[in-house]
């Protein structure tokens, strides 16, 4: 399976402030996804990160708040913008292969100020 | 309404014994199901996969799926302390996971 790195490991922001993270994978994959699992909680997807346009997102999520990049098949950025406390969480990327499972990043532990 | 249910934990079981976990979906087209394991602090790891109905077996796993019940589950044989986690059941009937909440196993020595 790929591997999948994922940075910032963790990061304390302050509110208001945006937190980009970045999502590589060492092979080309079909697709990347970005997730959130707050406390406690199972994963939630946020948006399936489509190549050279605009990311699909789910139900609940919008693009001004969690803009989402992906310039080729290999890396994907997320953004939080404006974060606040309600933000703390881990946020996870996934990629999958063609008739593959997915398989998940290291996860970015962001915590609030 | 949730669409992946899975029974509620924690579980404990002694080592060595079997640890049962079951998942239930609403979704009746759903096409492909997974088991991750997550340990505490870390990210989801991949266990077992299985699309069709009936037994999968991977080493001290198996998987077992009813598509008319739309029921899943996961069976871990000669339970040891390192599978001790949180068990995600996750189905998808096109590209997308849904998640359950997870069911956290703890396996006594």
């Known amino acids: 399976s790929a591997v999948i790195s994922q940075k910032p490991s963790r990061d304390i922001c302050q509110r208001g402030t945006s937190l980009t993270i970045q999502c590589q994978v060492d092979s080309q994959v079909t697709m990347m996804f970005w997730y959130r699992q707050q406390p406690g909680q199972s994963l939630t997807l946020i948006a399936t990160?489509?190549?050279?346009?605009?990311?699909?997102?789910e139900s609940g999520f919008v693009i001004d708040k969690f803009p989402i990049s992906r310039p080729n098949l290999t890396f994907s950025t997320l953004t939080v913008s404006n974060l606040s406390p309600e933000d703390s969480s881990i946020y996870l990327c996934?990629?999958?292969?063609?008739?593959?499972?997915?398989?998940f990043g290291d996860g970015t532990r962001l915590s609030i100020l | 309404q949730k669409e992946v249910e899975q029974n509620s934990g924690p579980l404990s079981v002694p080592e060595g014994a079997i640890a049962s976990l079951n998942c239930t979906y609403s979704d009746r087209v759903s096409q492909s199901f997974f088991w991750y394991r997550q340990y505490s602090g870390k990210s989801p790891e991949l266990i077992m996969s299985i699309y069709s109905n009936g037994d999968k077996e991977d080493g001290r796993f198996t998987a077992q799926l009813n598509k008319a019940s739309q029921y899943v589950s996961l069976l871990i044989r000669d339970s040891q302390p390192s599978d001790s986690a949180t068990y995600l059941c996750a189905v998808s009937n096109d590209y997308k996971l849904s998640f359950g909440a997870g069911t956290t196993v703890t396996v006594r020595a």
């Open positions: 990160a489509n190549q050279g346009s605009e990311a699909t997102y």
């Open positions: 996934s990629a999958q292969g063609p008739n593959q499972p997915q398989h």
